[in-house]
């Protein structure tokens, strides 16, 4: 299976999550806590940059509710809706990429027997997205340069 993992997980980070991927195999079926500091940090860019669609838009869904109780002056109840599903993303994220891994393996098991092919169709669909930090991360700096001039050119 090793083999399979390193094929789908391409080169970012890969020695981390066969050393996480590994563990948790060996601890059998079943979600694992593992606390990742990017999915705390980014959350949803997170899952999309390891092409997580469903936890991104998951992550979205949660923002948005989030956002229309904070609209309905209920900030409290929001910050929970927010904090809570938040935390426990990042205590299961690695558990959640590796079942989304194994997922991914197990279809593409399904229609190639070919182990050449095998290999080449999941090195295609897994890795990252790699465009994911580049506009989430010039997004911040924007942002970042907005507030700044904000501050300067607004009394």
């Known amino acids: 299976m090793k083999n399979l993992y390193e094929a789908i997980l391409g080169e970012k980070n890969r020695i981390y ?29 997170w899952a999309l940059y390891r092409k997580m669609y469903v936890w991104f838009f998951a992550h979205l869904g949660i923002v948005f509710v989030s956002s229309v109780f904070e609209k309905a002056d209920s900030s409290g109840l929001s910050i929970i809706i927010l904090f809570v599903p938040g935390i ?3 205590i299961y994220a690695n558990s959640l990429y ?14 190639i027997k070919e182990e050449a092919k095998l290999m080449e169709y999941l090195r295609y669909k ?16 924007g942002m970042i340069v907005i507030i700044f001039l904000i501050a300067i050119f607004v009394p």
């Not at 050393?19 to 959350?43: I, R, T, Y």
């Not at 897994?126 to 700096?141: A, D, S």
Request: charge should be positive; aromatic fraction near 20%; hydrophobic fraction near 50%.
């Open 98 to 111: 590796h079942n989304s891994i194994k997922k991914k393996i197990a279809v593409a098991q399904l229609s």
């Open 17 to 45: 999550y066969l050393m996480k991927f590994e563990s948790f195999d060996l601890q059998g079926p079943g979600l694992k806590a593992s606390w990742n500091w990017p999915a705390f940090f980014v959350g949803g860019a």
């Open 88 to 90: 426990l993303f990042s």
């Open 126 to 141: 897994g890795g990252v997205h790699e465009w994911v930090i580049w506009v989430f991360g010039w997004g911040f700096v």
